[in-house]
């Protein structure tokens, strides 16, 4: 099970990379843009806090195979182990032939169906990227469509895999993975969701609470 973080937020990398057992970041056009830098200098920055084992995405901004490809080379100058994201259109799916035949490994992005996603496998994309809560806010059903994309590269493409994006609940996620995603990625909203309930806190200040109505400190 690979896990992600979906952002460039440089300050929640470096908070949450401790906590989460993350296999790297994710990024898309609209992350990049947000955090106002250039790409070359962003992603180099990412990758060197990071460090050398962990994965870094992002993705190409041209509609056509041949300006796709070039892109793509250019972002891999300068993150050489980069995944390179290429959405699932028609001239998407020339590039992520051509750069697998290439050797370079690719994401298959913005997928709203299982057979997209399925066609960008068969190219040879190693990772595809179903849109979970964007598919349900457009009247679909994600679980449905990633059970199926999940199950269509069990029996076709085990060497690609489903690596689910766009979540707004950890409801979502947990969903993916119990349908047999191997990877998602996570908003940072998203992650810390997971690991801060008031619940729990409230649960551990009574133990404290307990504790100290007897023993009049925390230690041993």
């Given at each position: 099970m690979e896990l992600y973080l979906d952002t460039a937020d440089i300050a929640a990398i470096k908070r949450l990379a401790p906590i989460l057992p993350i296999k790297g970041v994710t990024t898309n056009p609209s992350i990049v843009a947000k955090s106002g830098r250039s790409i070359f200098t962003l992603l180099a920055e990412l990758q060197y806090i990071l460090g050398p084992d962990k994965l870094l995405f992002a993705q190409v901004l041209s509609s056509c195979a041949k300006e796709m490809i070039k892109e793509s080379e250019q972002l891999r100058k300068s993150v050489p182990n980069l995944?390179?994201?290429?959405?699932?259109?028609?001239?998407?799916?020339?590039?992520?032939?051509?750069?697998?035949?290439?050797?370079?490994?690719?994401?298959?992005?913005?997928?709203?169906g299982a057979g997209q996603g399925f066609l960008a496998a068969l190219a040879g994309a190693k990772y595809i990227a179903p849109y979970v809560n964007?598919?349900?806010?457009?009247?679909?059903?994600?679980?449905?469509?990633?059970?199926?994309?999940q199950k269509l590269l069990d029996?076709?493409?085990?060497?690609?895999?489903?690596?689910?994006?766009?979540?707004?609940?950890?409801?979502?996620?947990?969903?993916?993975?119990?349908?047999?995603?191997?990877?998602?990625?996570?908003?940072?909203?998203?992650?810390?969701?997971?690991?801060?309930?008031?619940?729990?806190d409230a649960a551990i200040a009574k133990f404290d609470q307990d504790w100290c109505g007897v023993f009049g400190a925390l230690a041993f």
């Open positions: 995944i390179t994201k290429i959405p699932v259109t028609a001239e998407g799916l020339v590039a992520i032939k051509e750069l697998a035949q290439q050797g370079i490994p690719t994401l298959g992005t913005a997928v709203y964007r598919i349900d806010a457009q009247g679909g059903n994600s679980k449905d469509t990633v059970l199926e994309l029996l076709h493409c085990p060497q690609s895999m489903v690596l689910a994006a766009s979540f707004r609940t950890p409801r979502q996620a947990l969903d993916c993975m119990l349908a047999g995603c191997k990877a998602i990625t996570l908003p940072v909203d998203v992650a810390e969701l997971f690991i801060s309930d008031p619940a729990v």
